[in-house]
Structure formats: structure tokens, C-alpha cells
């Protein structure tokens, strides 16, 4: 059974604050990808990643940063936590192909809140 | 960047058939439909890769329109359970492949 496993369902934390939220998938897959979900804007892109070390900005990159060691994990860094990042964030990972990606596999969730 | 959906949001009985638009400023190459229900993550339906393509999923189906830039989804004879929100996704190159999805249909069957 493929899994995505993102390390907190909810997280609680101060402005001002570093903040580590950890993916992990163990399908092999090339492709990992952060999103963040808001009511009424859907899935925005953030970072996403197709290789080991290799990293790309998604369409709301600003205030956060990534990284990328092992293929199966997948780090997304709040490096100033405010509360306008207040929101879901979603991990999901997908096969590369020619041409395209193949299905994204989404994991639960991280509900963070920054106070 | 985001391709864009419509309509927003659709209240159906159940029995009703259903249409959600997605369409894109740029070229697209292939789709990809998700449906997410509430608290859960979103879950693949299917993807088209070509323009003219069509495939179904139950009583859920899609076309793909690329000349158009444009997809459809089309739910049949909606049960309960399709409730739900509805994203399409598409893949953009740059050093490998974004997907970047809309910002969602949302879904309402009732009984």
C-alpha cells in the first residue's frame, strides 16, 4: 500500500518560530511536492522537487524554504513562522515521466497554526 | 498559474448529472482530476494525456480538449457520495514537471 506521511497532523506554534515540517514516502518516487490549502484558493504550489537535491519554487515560495537529502523525504522550513502561514499543508509525491507526472499520492495533512 | 474551474460550487440532487470546467492560459499536455473529501487528502480519479481523449471512472468521465486548453468532468446519476471538492491539476516543465491545480469544485449531493 503506497504511503505519504507527513510527521504532525496538527501543529501549534509562536511567530517568530523555525518551523520543520517533515514528508516521508516510500514508493521510490522522483517527484515530492508542498502544497498549501486555503478555502476558496484550492492547492498552491509551494516547492516541489524532482530529483535528490534538486528543488524549484512553486507559485507561493516566499517565507519558506525546502530541503531535499533522500529521495523518500522531503522537508518544507518556515524559516520565521507568521501568522498569515496559518493554513493545510499537503505533501504529495508522483513518479516522473516522459512528458508529465504520473498520479499524485497526497498525505493527511498538517494542520499548522501560528499564534 | 492556476488553471481555472467552474463553476465554484454545485448542489445536486441525487440522480443529477454534473459538469466541472477546468481550463488554462497555457498549453497543457495532460489533466489530472482529483476529488478531496472534507478532512480527508485528495484522492486521483484520472489523468488524459492527449487531446480528444476520454476516460471514465464509474459513472465519472472526462474529456480533454487540447486546441481548446481545456478539460471536463462529468458526473452521472451523482450518489451521495460524489460529494466532495473537485480539483484538476496539470503538469507545467520547467526543470522537471509542477503539477499546479485550480482552485477547486465544490460539490453538495443530497438525498
Known amino acids: 500500500d503506497v504511503k505519504v506521511t507527513q510527521s504532525s497532523r496538527y501543529l501549534v506554534k509562536r511567530t517568530g518560530e523555525k518551523v520543520f515540517l517533515e514528508c516521508v514516502q516510500d514508493m521510490d518516487h522522483e517527484n515530492m511536492f508542498w502544497y498549501r490549502q486555503d478555502p476558496g484558493l484550492g492547492l498552491r504550489l509551494i516547492y516541489f522537487?524532482?530529483?535528490?537535491?534538486?528543488?524549484e519554487k512553486g507559485d507561493i515560495p516566499e517565507g519558506y524554504s525546502v530541503s531535499r537529502e533522500k529521495k523518500e523525504r522531503f522537508s518544507l522550513i518556515l524559516e520565521s513562522a507568521s501568522t498569515n502561514q496559518t493554513s493545510m499543508y499537503l505533501c504529495?509525491?508522483?513518479?516522473?515521466?516522459?512528458?508529465?507526472?504520473?498520479?499524485?499520492?497526497f498525505g493527511q495533512g498538517t494542520r499548522l497554526t501560528v499564534v | 498559474q492556476q488553471p481555472v474551474q467552474s463553476p465554484q460550487a454545485v448542489i445536486l440532487r441525487e440522480g443529477e448529472d454534473a459538469v466541472i470546467n477546468c481550463s488554462s492560459s497555457k498549453a497543457l499536455y495532460s489533466v489530472h482530476w482529483y476529488r478531496q473529501k472534507h478532512g480527508e487528502a485528495p484522492v486521483f480519479l484520472m489523468i488524459?494525456?492527449?487531446?480528444?481523449e476520454q476516460k471514465g471512472h464509474e459513472k465519472i468521465s472526462a474529456s480533454f480538449n487540447e486546441k481548446k486548453q481545456q478539460s471536463s468532468l462529468y458526473l452521472t446519476a451523482s450518489q451521495l457520495s460524489y460529494s466532495g471538492t473537485y480539483f484538476c491539476?496539470?503538469?507545467?516543465?520547467?526543470?522537471?514537471?509542477?503539477?499546479?491545480f485550480g482552485a477547486g469544485t465544490r460539490l453538495f449531493v443530497k438525498a
Open positions: 491539476g496539470t503538469d507545467i516543465h520547467t526543470g522537471g514537471f509542477k503539477t499546479i
Open positions: 488524459l494525456l492527449k487531446g480528444g
Open positions: 504529495a509525491s508522483s513518479i516522473r515521466t516522459t512528458g508529465r507526472n504520473t498520479e499524485a499520492f
Open positions: 522537487s524532482y530529483d535528490v537535491k534538486m528543488k
